[in-house]
C-alpha cells in the first residue's frame, strides 16, 4: 500500500527504560499511571510520535514466542501493556513506533556464549552460540549468519501482526567495536 502522508510534521519522543525514561512493570494500575503521565506531557508538547523502546537487549515488552520478556519490563509479568499503550497513543492522535536493538543481546562481555544460550528460548537465534559474536562493549547476535537475519525478520513480524504498531525504528544495527567476524566471512566469502 502507499503511504498516506498528511504532509503534517514528525514530533516525536523516545522512551525507553534502559535509560530511565520509565521504570519496569510492578503492578499494572502503577504502570498505566506512569505511562498516562508521559502521555500527558506529550499532549502538553503538542508531539505527535512516541518511539517506544520495546526490545532492548534480544528481548521484548510484549508477549513473544521467540523472545523471553524484557528484565527492563519485568521477567514474568502478569500483564501485557502494549495493546493497552498503543491504544491510549492512538485515542490522543499519537503514533506508536516500536524501537528495537536487533543484534545487542547483553553488555556483560564475561558472559559465556554457552551461559547465555542456556537463557532464551529455543526459537531465539541467541538459542545458539554460534549465533553470537564478542564485541569490546557487548555480546551481539552475528548477522552474518542466515538464521540469525530470519529470526530478526520473525521477531518484526510477530509484533507487527499481533500488534497495532505503525512503524519500527532499529537502533544499533551495525557491528559493535571490536568485533571479529572473520570466520563468519570465511565460512559465506561474502
Known amino acids: 500500500k502507499e503511504h498516506d502522508s498528511t504532509g503534517g510534521e514528525f514530533r516525536g519522543v523516545w522512551v525507553s527504560a534502559l535509560t530511565g525514561d520509565i521504570s519496569g512493570f510492578g503492578t499494572e494500575s502503577a504502570y498505566k499511571r506512569q505511562m498516562i503521565d508521559v502521555l500527558h506531557n506529550m499532549e502538553k508538547y ?74 532464551q528460548k529455543g526459537y531465539n537465534a541467541a538459542s545458539n552460540p554460534k549465533n553470537l559474536l564478542r564485541a569490546d562493549s557487548c555480546i551481539i547476535l552475528n548477522p552474518g549468519e542466515p538464521v540469525v537475519r530470519e529470526f530478526l525478520i520473525t521477531t518484526c513480524m510477530e509484533l507487527a501482526q499481533n500488534y497495532d504498531i505503525d512503524a519500527i525504528h532499529f537502533d544499533d544495527y551495525f557491528y559493535a567495536a571490536g568485533i571479529d567476524d572473520s570466520e563468519t566471512v570465511a565460512k559465506y566469502n561474502t
Open 46 to 119: 503538542n508531539l505527535n510520535t512516541m518511539i517506544f523502546h520495546v526490545r532492548i537487549m534480544n528481548d521484548a515488552f510484549y508477549k513473544s514466542k521467540y523472545n523471553n520478556w524484557s528484565s527492563y519490563y519485568n521477567t514474568d509479568p502478569s500483564w501485557d501493556m502494549l495493546p493497552w499503550l498503543i491504544e491510549e497513543c492512538h485515542k490522543r492522535g499519537i503514533e506508536f513506533h516500536a524501537w528495537m536493538n536487533p543484534y545487542r543481546v547483553t553488555t556483560k562481555v564475561s558472559m559465556s556464549f554457552e551461559e547465555i544460550a542456556s537463557s
